[in-house]
């Protein structure tokens, strides 16, 4: 699709095409990403830790996440733009869910995306019924590490039922696809099958019908990303040397030479 909306997501799930999702957090970063050719953009909560210097994501605010989605919003027209509901934005009800969602589609996002499973049906149902499309997350979910213990594989044994009624339950609800993080691949792959929504992984394996990254881990911008990641570049290393040879230019005096500035 030239611009992708949300029935395409149902019908590359269809075609057998693989959709791929990176989040974003600035302007700058997002018309690099759409040049690239990705599908969807997620201005993740992961802004926090990984922008902002937070330990986690239950610091970000809705307000942070406005600036954000508006930032990477505007600067592309192709992906279909995914922000997150912070944490406190919405689990206390259907109507608190609602006023936050519509406070990012009003900074330009395309869908919310918000953590859990039956305890969010009611929430989901609201938004799809007021305009406002909704990807689910599943598995590990960051904004619930302190009930969860820690980033840890989550749906293990006889806990993996739970999260297949949990994504069943989202899909009833009406979300327009779904995240999956940190679950066991045999499991991502049943539930990829058992789903007619697109299912998006990440620690997930490779059956799902998307993958999604942070960005600056795929990117390697930073000397460690969890083991899921693979980095698809050396940006971090590549900057500090750029940020090198500035600094060695100005000072040896080689920067600005004759072609860098103009007398006049
Ligand atoms: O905030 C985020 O980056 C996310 C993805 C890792 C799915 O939610
Ligand atoms: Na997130």
Redesign the pocket.
Known sequence: PKTWRVHHLMQAKQAGRKLTML?AYDALTARILEAGGVDLL?V????GNVMLGFDG?LEVSLEHMQVATRAVAHAVSKPLVVA?LPFGSYEASPQQAFTSAASLMKQGANAV?LEGGQARVDAVRLLTSSGIPVVG?LGFT?QSENTLGGPRMQGRGAAAQQVIDDALALQESGVCAL?L?LVPAPLATEITKLLRIPVIG?GAGPETDGQ?L?WSDMAGMTDWAPSFVKKFAELGPALRQATEDYCNAVKEGSFPAENNYRME
């Open positions: 989040t997620l993740g909560d992961s802004y994501t997150d995306k997350h960051p995240v993080e990440i999604v942070v």
